[in-house]
């Protein structure tokens, strides 16, 4: 499966402040699913967004998606300290596999 | 959601031994997955592991290296064998419901 990109690699933001995190990757899909992990541990799912659905909302988070140009963003509102970990988006195909993005590693300073 | 299992959760291993993976899940699932997070990386689909069938490889894995069982629908092993300094990853289970949640990881580490 071939990895989708993601930008930036790397934010660095102060607490309370709105962290974007974009997504691009290169076949159909179903569904898009963003999960976080933090130091190296397991991955915790945070939001699916549908194929037919352009945007989407759980608490602080905000997901777009654009299936026009492949691509997805991931917002996080009113940052916290407690939001520092690195960010995945994954496209999910016809066979369900996950394909992964590259990850976007955010870090919120209090 | 479905809540998933690894055994070990960590090891150190010596190059040219296998360690074999279990995953669990308290809950019946068709599929299941186990891919692959080098270090620093992000994470890449090793197989898809369905009950009854033999798993499915993605390009760049082999059976010999990774075979995989899946006896029933709550549990799968994932064997990494013959290691190398370069199998140290973490290794995470899935399992696909209309979302996919992972297990908590094995991290491992060959000397």
């Known amino acids: 499966s071939q990895q989708g990109e993601e930008d930036p690699q790397a934010l660095s933001i102060q607490e309370g402040e709105n962290a974007t995190m974009n997504c691009s990757y290169k076949?159909?899909?179903?569904?898009l699913q963003w999960y976080r992990q933090n130091s190296g541990r397991g991955l915790v799912h945070l939001i699916l967004?549908?194929?037919?659905?352009r945007e989407k909302h759980s608490g602080r988070l905000r997901v777009t998606l654009d299936t026009s140009k492949k691509s997805s963003s991931l917002l996080i509102t009113a940052s916290r300290a407690a939001d520092t970990a690195s960010y995945f988006c994954?496209?999910?195909?016809?066979?369900?596999?996950?394909?992964f993005g590259s990850g976007t590693q955010l870090t919120v300073l209090p | 959601s479905a809540v998933i299992s690894q055994k070990p959760s960590r090891d150190i291993c010596q190059r040219g031994t296998s360690l074999t993976i279990q995953c669990q899940v308290d809950?019946?699932?068709?599929?299941m997955f186990w891919y692959r997070q080098q270090p620093g990386q992000s994470l890449t689909l090793i197989a898809t592991a369905n009950q009854g069938s033999e798993a499915t490889y993605e390009s760049g894995f082999v059976i010999d290296k990774f075979p995989i069982s899946r006896p029933n629908l709550t549990f799968s092993t994932l064997t990494v064998s013959n290691m190398s300094p370069e199998d140290s990853s973490i290794y995470l289970c899935?399992?696909?419901?209309?979302?996919?949640?992972f297990g908590p990881g094995t991290r491992l580490t060959v000397t």
């Open positions: 967004i549908r194929s037919n659905e």
């Open positions: 994954a496209a999910a195909g016809s066979a369900r596999q996950l394909t």
């Open positions: 809950s019946q699932v068709t599929m």
């Open positions: 076949t159909s899909i179903n569904n």
């Open positions: 899935s399992v696909q419901e209309y979302e996919q949640y």
